[in-house]
């Protein structure tokens, strides 16, 4: 396979990358090609990492040829736009050391000499480095002031090279590039005209008189009253490069902002009210920082204020590559690391709906940071959501015949004494009244009430780990005839007996499914093995649909069918004035009478 991608190559059951390096760049590598380890043992993953890194050296080549150095044996010929760069990295050392000292140069602790290029100190320095104490002692000759000044501008220019490998866009190779200069002692030019370089002199000297000119404006600012910060520059050139290099750092500050806010702080506050507000579910909120994490391992970046366009792009792209339960399956591995690749077919990636959905938190998330200005910009619109068929994962009702197999005595679980039952009662009471199945897992024997002679049982969150899906979930639902005929109202009352507060106080809380998993999984084996109802549309949540099919039929109106099942309804009316508190129960109880189901009666009875 490697075949096909030629700076790709396996060793000993691990792939590296190689690349071959252009002819001119031996002298300064000491080799002919580069090639390292990828870390990785998966064809999929190498590739992956393959583009990454290709990229990587490529933009080195780049930075090269962009640079326009003239590469002649050990000789590298600067052109005027980078010598001008390196005075501009020169004001920038002479700012930033300022900036740096401000309290101990206004107090004459620190002076010219500890910052001069060319100061007495610097030049006393290198007078101790390069005394010899087997030449003797004569005047100092305009041959060693040369040297001086070469060996300062030349340690000027290693720095320059040494600043530019740290920066944050430096190519993964320039260390190595800078290493090497220094090794080679690669870059050296002329300060008088000669034959070697008869070309290029009064380029350096320009150089140098600039630097001088550098120099001068630094001693005044240092020599000023710092209160003055603007010390006149009669250069124009000198000038501009200042300006260039105030701009430079004032787009750095906002490329790397001295604010960094972490992500999850921000997600806090943005749901802060969320937490106080009693019809929130909090495991919706621990969904969307669920998702959140998803996004934001993609992203690989942990601050809010980092977050550019680019990222959100990347979103777009990778968020089709997650794998299903991928903090699961990889535990202890970085998404970014095992991503699927992009023309997978193994239907392993998460769903569209899934994609929309995380893409919409994320969206939610962004135009909260815009609002409170941790970002600059609105980037919310680049994310793209896919489009989703609505109607692919919606539950589907039971048949009659189906009911039947579903309660037929003969395998339908039993009931035993000393036992709450759960398993006879929670599907019955979920077809019975259309509530979803933690509703019924979750009840309390205090839930269950009598209002004008009408036995009913309260949804709500007001108990501990109780929990609701939305404001219109709490809500009164009367107790059918037919459960009381089977002997709901005694099953309450044995709880009671025993001192429980559930009424199934066999079933155990998790946090990923609350009170519903344990019951959830074994009404899904009962289709599946006994009664073989194996069609993925039907769970126990076709209960709910189920009723509300039968309601409708039977003549119940939408608005009193919203009120007993839960449902939010359609409109103004239904969200902002409906009192579901204030309907009168027995007019929800004559409604509930005509939930009927012929076709199991006589089985159940």
């Given amino acids: 396979m490697t075949n096909k991608t030629p700076r790709l190559i396996l060793r000993k059951h691990t792939y590296y990358i190689r690349v071959a390096l252009p002819r001119w760049a031996w002298h300064l590598t000491k080799k002919k090609e580069i090639r390292y380890s990828l870390a990785t043992k998966d064809y999929y993953t190498a590739l992956t990492k393959l583009r990454i890194e290709s990229v990587k050296i490529d933009l080195y ?16 010929l600067l052109t005027d736009e980078e010598l001008d760069k390196v005075l501009t990295y020169r004001l920038r050392i002479i700012d930033d050391f300022i900036d740096n000292n401000f309290r101990q140069i206004k107090q004459k602790k620190i002076t010219f000499d500890d910052l001069g290029l060319f100061a007495s100190k610097s030049l006393q320095e290198y007078n101790e480095k390069t005394y010899d104490p087997n030449v003797p002692d004569e005047t ?59 070309k290029h002199p009064a380029q350096m000297l320009n150089f140098y008189h600039d630097l001088l000119e550098i120099e001068d404006w630094a001693k005044k600012r240092l020599s000023s009253k710092l209160d003055k910060l603007r010390v ?120 569209a709906s899934s994609i929309k959905k995380y893409i919409t938190i994320f969206q939610e998330f962004l135009r909260y940071c815009r609002t409170q200005q941790l970002i600059n910009a609105d980037m919310s619109d680049i994310l793209t959501k896919p489009i989703v068929n609505k109607h692919k994962n919606v539950w589907q009702p039971f048949e009659a015949d189906e009911l039947k197999k579903i309660f037929n005595p003969k395998t339908y679980f039993k009931r035993r004494r000393n036992n709450d039952n759960h398993k006879y009662w929670i599907p019955l009471i979920s077809l019975y009244s259309g509530a979803r199945l933690n509703e019924i897992c979750q009840l309390r024997i205090n839930d269950f009430k009598c209002e004008k002679n009408i036995d009913y049982f309260c949804i709500t969150n007001d108990g501990e780990k109780q929990s609701v899906k939305n404001f219109a979930s709490e809500r009164r639902v009367p107790i059918h005839p037919i459960l009381k005929k089977l002997g709901l109202m005694e099953q309450v009352k044995f709880a009671k007996q025993q001192k429980q507060d559930r009424v199934f106080y066999s079933l155990k809380y998790t946090e990923k499914n609350k009170y519903a998993g344990s019951m959830s999984n074994a009404f899904r084996y009962y289709l599946d093995h006994t009664v073989e109802i194996k069609n993925p549309k039907k769970v126990f949540h076709s209960f709910r649909h189920t009723a509300r099919t039968r309601f409708i039929n039977n003549n119940v109106s939408e608005e009193t069918v919203n009120i007993l099942c839960g449902w939010e309804g359609v409109g103004a009316g239904a969200k902002n004035y409906l009192h579901r508190e204030k309907v009168d129960i027995k007019k929800l109880y004559k409604s509930m009478e005509k939930l009927k189901y012929p076709e199991i009666e006589n089985l159940l009875l």
Avoid at 61 to 76: A, Q, T
Avoid at 142 to 152: E, G, P, Q
Avoid at 178 to 198: A, D, K, M, P, Y
Wanted: aromatic share 10%.
């Fill in 61 to 76: 080549f780049n930075f090269l040829k962009r640079l326009d150095m003239e590469i002649k044996g050990n000789k590298i």
């Fill in 140 to 198: 100092t000759t305009n041959a060693d002031d040369l040297d001086f000044i070469r060996y300062k501008i030349q340690t000027l220019l290693f720095d320059y090279f040494d600043w530019l490998a740290d920066r944050p866009n430096a190519t993964i190779s320039l260390n190595k590039f800078v290493e090497e200069i220094h090794q080679n002692r690669g870059i050296f030019f002329q300060l008088t005209e000669n034959e070697e370089n008869s």
């Fill in 232 to 351: 006149l520059i009669d250069n124009p050139k000198i000038s501009h490069l200042k300006y260039a290099m105030e701009r430079q750092k004032h787009e750095e500050l906002a490329m790397t902002p001295t604010t960094k806010t972490k992500w999850q702080d921000v997600y806090e506050d943005m749901i802060r009210p969320a937490k106080h507000s009693k019809n929130i579910n909090i495991s919706h909120l621990k969904t969307k920082f669920q998702c959140l994490e998803t996004i934001f391992e993609l992203i690989d970046k942990p601050y809010v204020e980092q977050i550019n366009f680019d990222d959100c792009k990347k979103v777009n792209k990778l968020i089709y590559l997650v794998p299903k339960k991928w903090k699961e399956r990889y535990p202890n591995q970085r998404l970014l690391d095992v991503l699927l690749p992009e023309d997978d077919t193994s239907n392993q990636a998460i769903s």
